[in-house]
């Protein structure tokens, strides 16, 4: 191994498997495509794009974002089990650098899972590790729950999957269990004790559970792993995965301590972070590092009279670096399509002419009612429109709520389903309850409405209001956003929003009506 090689961490990216198990985080195939292409163009080395034997829609997705990867390894997660690796390899073939990762529990807990003994598991083992690297040369091999796997039980079963073929060893902290030393330490003991492990690379997956995923990763890669498995924003199962942002500006940022490459093109890191959020219907938190709101911001008066005196004195990387325009230019009605397109290039987003057109117009209604736009106001904005754009079955056409001190409170709502409009009014406790009351008159359901949160986008009266619903049905959790002036609008276009998920993973569902459920996995 080289120098460059030793200097060189491979980022693989699981926002489109792990992070979409996170509850309600469900992405339709055209946001999987355009998350894949994004990841691809910022420099990922591995996209693991979903599990291709959990449903069709899945098969689908993988085969198709593999057929469009220019530069990434297109990556299918698999059971060991011949069936799953086989209908991963048809849907990973068709990249110019396909993988097939397969799986195994291996700690105690998990191992009574399949009720395996540890020779049958070990057999098990080899034999789905070789049939996978019989049909593909580059295999990836995860001892679930590894962290809470016997050290000599996980040795035995790493060496079987590098004999077996594997050109990868991951080492999952599936639960997010280890602490960062331990972390460090599992790696120089596999590197050190098992034949073979220097043909090999070793890679981390951390979960965010006790708040160490970053840290974990960090120290795996101190120890010898070169490759950290990450999601944008975090996203993930629970408390979710390593952010693929924070370990990379630590690098980037701590590289005399950290002197490690990555290929990442980290000016891309702002623009995908608000992609996945809008499409996942997960908000990053304002205080979230690298990508936060807050994460530049200064307020107290120490803190600004540093900055204006030397920006160094308080930032330990600069906005650019990460994508973000220091400017926040205000617009407003007087403003012209050609600034409006400089705007949003400046804040990520691409738009053709047909699109500008759409979005000005959105944009020109919006000015009518906010004196002025901020940049935050525009994303929002953005977001409303993409998710107009959906093919949904569901539309709000016309809301109009009475409310005030005297109850009940009532709405007049048209919703326009598969084309047809349907008119109804409905009462409720309050305006929002009555909004949705109104829903589910004309499109009758049994979610369960889980979270309804409100947020500001920006300061004053007449501020967008960015509201967000969580649903669930038979397991299935969907969540839906919108913005706009009207609260109860954007509520109420939230609210089907989730719904038109909903109806989206119903359609995901497998032959049996269910879809393959993989809880917690690697």
């Not at 990973?92 to 540890?118: C, D, E, Q, W, Y």
């Not at 980037?252 to 219907?281: F, M």
């Not at 409006?340 to 691409?350: H, M, N, S, V, W």
Request: proline share 3%; glycine share 6%.
């Amino acid at each position: 191994m080289t120098k460059s090689d030793q200097d060189r961490v491979m980022i693989f990216d699981t926002t489109l498997r792990d992070g979409e198990q996170s509850p309600g985080a469900t992405m339709t195939h055209a946001e999987k495509l355009e998350i894949a292409g994004l990841l691809d163009e910022m420099g990922v080395d591995i996209i693991e794009a979903g599990f291709p034997i959990a449903s069709e829609g899945d098969f689908e997705a993988v085969s198709e974002i593999a057929k469009n990867a220019q530069n990434s390894v297109i990556c299918g997660l698999a059971r060991a089990q011949f069936g799953d690796i086989d209908r991963c390899w048809d849907a990973v073939k068709h990249a110019k650098r396909p993988r097939i990762h397969t799986f195994i529990g291996t700690s105690p807990l998990h191992r009574a899972i399949p009720n395996l003994t540890m020779d049958e598991m070990a057999d098990r083992i080899h034999e789905t590790v070789t049939h996978a690297r019989n049909l593909c040369e580059n295999v990836q091999w995860s001892p679930m729950d590894a962290t809470r796997t016997e050290h000599d039980y996980l040795c035995r079963v790493v060496e079987i999957a590098i004999k077996a073929g594997a050109t990868t060893i991951n080492i999952p902290d599936t639960v997010g269990y280890t602490y960062p030393f331990e972390s460090a330490d599992l790696i120089k003991m596999l590197i050190e004790r098992v034949p073979g492990a220097d043909d090999i690379i070793f890679a981390t997956h951390c979960h965010n559970d006790l708040g160490m995923a970053t840290a974990n990763s960090l120290a795996a890669v101190e120890a010898g792993a070169r490759q950290i498995e990450c999601t944008i924003n975090g996203l993930g199962e629970r408390a979710g995965n390593t952010a693929l942002e924070e370990v990379v500006m630590a690098m980037k940022t701590r590289n005399d301590i950290l002197p490690y490459q990555t290929g990442i093109d980290t000016t891309k890191i702002i623009n995908i972070s608000r992609r996945v959020a809008a499409v996942s219907g997960f908000a990053v938190q304002f205080n979230k590092a690298i990508v936060g709101k807050n994460a530049f911001a200064h307020e107290s008066g120490i803190h600004q009279d540093g900055m204006l005196k030397n920006p160094e004195n308080f930032e330990i990387m600069r906005p650019e670096d990460v994508g973000l325009k220091e400017t926040n230019l205000v617009m407003g009605k007087h403003s012209g399509r050609a600034a409006l397109r400089a705007k949003l290039a400046d804040l990520g987003f691409e738009l053709g002419d047909n699109q500008l057109k759409d979005v000005f117009v959105r944009f020109k209604a919006l000015a009518d009612r906010k004196k002025d736009i901020f940049d935050d106001d525009l994303v929002a904005l953005m977001r409303d429109a993409e998710t107009d754009a959906e093919a949904e079955r569901i539309k709000v056409k016309f809301l109009r709520v009475i409310c005030g001190t005297e109850a009940p409170q009532s709405a007049d709502l048209t919703l326009t389903i598969d084309g047809v409009d349907h008119q109804v009014t409905a009462t409720g406790d309050g305006p929002v309850d009555a909004a949705f009351n109104a829903v589910k008159q004309v499109f009758p359901h049994h979610a369960h409405l889980q979270l309804y949160q409100v947020h500001a986008v920006t300061e004053g009266t007449d501020a967008q209001a960015t509201v967000s619903v969580r649903m669930e049905e038979e397991g299935r959790i969907v969540t839906g956003q919108s913005a706009d002036t009207d609260t109860v609008v954007a509520s109420c276009k939230a609210y089907v929003h989730a719904l038109n998920r909903l109806l989206v993973r119903r359609e995901k569902a497998g032959t049996d009506g269910k879809e393959v459920s993989y809880k917690d996995v690697v």
